[in-house]
């Protein structure tokens, strides 16, 4: 990735916290990695299609229910958890283990993606 | 689903691909433009025409990515307004074969891209060996040969 992106400061400060293995800016539409820090173990644009799924998903099913926009979507397993906050097109993806620390980093995911260009 | 293959090794990956990706359109054809597979097409005359632009496309594309980067390219992507389409090689012990797709908002290019990967694992993994006296499709037999497939899938 290239280090002149301007996702990458946000994304390496999401990835320094403790317990994450890896922050993606996907794009949702498109389920494709526009920008990534992640470690060797994940497979970034397998996360990204998936997760940028997901996110589509729950946002449909958030607006199907009248609940308006998908704010904030975790996605618990036994390994560890999947984090996403999204503006516009735009989705922040937080791949984590077990040991995280999950109410700072949500406030750190969801600052980022308040950041995120319009 | 409305899946017709002419070759029995090919439909489980094409219906696995079909149903993960949530594909409208596919088809996997030679790279001389006679079909294997479709998934999604009504009428005969619209995989003719899909077989003969996508071999088209693949040879232009194919010679294009020689040209500016020394080997083929890996894939073509077009998106329009509400549909788009998708096209690469597949390449297994058979031989090599294109691949197209077309699909909407229920799937997304990095989902068709992933179900792509493991489509073509399966497809390699699934095709028998080429057979020693499996002779080319000449241009004289190419038209028989295309009729031949055409009528296999669609009268089903």
Request: net charge neutral; with cysteine; glycine share 8%.
């Amino acid at each position: 990735m290239s280090s002149s992106s301007p996702f990458i400061p946000s994304l390496e400060h999401l990835t320094r916290q403790r317990g994450v293995l890896g922050s993606l800016v996907v794009s949702e539409t498109d389920g494709i990695v526009i920008d990534a820090v992640v470690q060797p173990s994940v497979k970034a644009p397998v996360v990204a299609a998936l997760a940028a799924s997901l996110y589509r998903r729950a946002r449909q099913s958030a607006h199907a229910a009248g609940l308006g926009g998908v704010k904030y979507l975790e996605l618990v397993a036994d390994g560890g958890r999947l984090c996403m906050a999204g503006r516009d097109d735009l989705v922040v993806v937080l791949v984590t283990d077990t040991r995280v620390g999950v109410g700072l980093l949500r406030v750190e995911l969801l600052r980022t993606a308040a950041e995120l260009p319009e | 689903m409305s899946l017709a293959v002419v070759e029995r090794w090919v439909e489980a990956p094409l219906r696995r691909f079909v149903e993960d990706a949530q594909a409208v359109l596919a088809l996997l054809l030679t790279p001389s433009g006679q079909v294997l597979a479709q998934h999604g097409f009504t009428r005969a005359v619209d995989v003719m025409s899909a077989c003969a632009l996508a071999a088209a496309i693949h040879a232009s594309s194919t010679e294009l990515g020689r040209q500016l980067q020394g080997r083929p390219f890996a894939g073509l992507h077009h998106a329009g307004r509400r549909r788009q389409l998708f096209l690469a090689r597949a390449d297994t012990p058979r031989g090599p074969y294109v691949f197209l797709t077309v699909f909407d908002q229920a799937s997304s290019l990095g989902l068709v891209q992933l179900y792509y990967d493991e489509f073509t694992a399966r497809l390699g993994d699934a095709a028998p060996p080429k057979a020693n006296d499996t002779t080319e499709i000449l241009a004289e037999n190419f038209e028989s040969e295309l009729d031949r497939n055409l009528k296999l899938l669609f009268s089903r």
